[in-house]
């Protein structure tokens, strides 16, 4: 399968659309996993990927490798150079199949009611702790349904043992 990581130096670029062999690959992982779930296709729309300064702040204000606003993916730049360095761009694939099930979260939803269940879930979570400490908002953050999808989608991808 043809890779992403040749054009990894302009991921470090502002922006670019993910490749399509790239995206094909990831509609071929969607299928088989949804399909599992009893879950409809949904067409992806074309992933955009933002690196640079919109990635860095952006990946910043999170606090995380990556975020997705509909169809765009942020990542931190400094992320995406460490996660290359493991077994030849493994980890970056599996972020890259993460942030691409959000984008299928936000299709399969609409982007009004994906942020709203989103944020709805995560405010419930921390409620139910009734802390704001900073373990409690790492443990509401990762048992958000939508956050439990996307790392089921991701280590389903890492059994297939494909690349992007
Ligand atoms: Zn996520």
């Given at each position: 399968m043809p890779t992403l990581h040749g054009k990894i130096l302009d991921l470090l670029l502002p922006f670019e659309r993910l490749d399509d062999a790239s995206q094909q690959a990831l509609e071929v992982v969607f299928r088989h996993f949804f399909t599992n779930c009893g879950k409809p296709e949904v067409a992806l729309p074309s992933i955009w990927l933002w690196g640079g300064w919109a990635g860095w702040w952006m990946t910043r204000v999170a606090q995380a490798e990556g975020i997705t606003f509909g169809r765009h993916v942020f990542l931190e730049p400094a992320a995406v150079a460490r996660l290359l360095e493991h077994p030849p761009?493994?980890?970056l694939d599996a972020l890259l199949v993460h942030e691409a099930t959000h984008v299928r979260q936000y299709v399969e939803a609409g982007?009004?009611?994906?942020?709203?269940?989103y944020l709805r879930d995560y405010a419930g979570l921390l409620w139910k702790q009734r802390s704001l400490s900073a373990q409690a908002r790492q443990a509401a953050y990762w048992n958000i349904p939508y956050e439990v999808e996307a790392r089921a989608v991701e280590s389903f991808f890492q059994r297939l043992g494909q690349k992007l």
């Open positions: 761009g493994a980890r982007t009004a009611r994906f942020l709203w269940r």
